[in-house]
């Protein structure tokens, strides 16, 4: 299955700030996933990434938030922008993983104060 | 929408003890994934179920799928610490625009005390 590099797996930022988080796969993946997890909470969809067309969104989540950037088969950002205290969540990237689950990377815990 | 429902939401058991975890959903499942998670980090996969009936076991980890695919079940058997964390299930949605889109359960927040 495949490995993927999330960073970073941490940050602490301001509000009104915005970071960006990079997820580097080891293979090509033509769908890139996206979740929040909200303290206490369980995981939920942020978008869908691919390569070569604009991100779709899931409901409750736009592209002036959550702008997502795939210029290539390995590669992903998600930007958190204009943070607020609310968006203090744990950030994860996701591939599907050929018959053996989805894969997803570290994760990156964000604090925003 | 699909959604899933997990029992119980949290538990503490004794080591050695056996336990199980249960996942509903309110449609029939395609695919059904179980993840583990350690507080703060990324999801570990631990298996995948697609039949009716189906049942996989890896260590002293058990996951059924039931024949109707409208619930999962997780079992461990003689628990360890290293068993504890957060248990999630995951639905594959089917077809259309939520195609390879995994819906989660709240999880289960599992304890075990040595």
């Known amino acids: 299955s495949a490995v993927i590099s999330q960073k970073p797996s941490r940050d602490i930022c301001q509000r009104g700030t915005s970071l960006t988080i990079q997820c580097q796969v080891d293979s090509q993946v033509t769908m890139m996933f996206w979740y929040r997890q909200q303290p206490g909470q369980s995981l939920t969809l942020i978008a869908t990434?691919?390569?070569?067309?604009?991100?779709?969104?899931e409901s409750g989540f736009v592209i002036d938030k959550f702008p997502i950037s795939r210029p290539n088969l390995t590669f992903s950002t998600l930007t958190v922008s204009n943070m607020s205290p609310e968006d203090s969540s744990i950030y994860l990237c996701?591939?599907?993983?050929?018959?053996?689950?989805?894969?997803f990377g570290s994760g990156t815990r964000l604090t925003v104060v | 929408s699909q959604e899933l429902e997990q029992s119980p939401q949290s538990l503490i058991v004794q080591e050695g003890k056996n336990l199980t975890i249960n996942c509903t959903s309110s449609k029939t499942l395609y695919g059904l994934y179980w993840y583990k998670q350690k507080y703060g980090e990324g999801l570990i996969f631990l298996m995948m179920?697609?039949?009716?009936?189906e049942e996989k076991s890896h260590e002293k980890i058990t996951a059924k799928l039931d024949e109707k695919k409208q619930q999962s079940s997780l079992h461990i058997t003689a628990s360890q610490p290293s068993h504890a964390g957060i248990y999630l299930c995951g639905a594959l949605n089917a077809g259309g625009t939520s195609y390879g889109k995994l819906t989660f359960g709240q999880g289960t927040i599992l304890t075990v005390h040595p």
């Open positions: 990434a691919n390569q070569g067309s604009e991100a779709t969104y």
């Open positions: 996701s591939v599907p993983g050929r018959g053996k689950g989805y894969t």
């Open positions: 179920l697609q039949k009716g009936g």
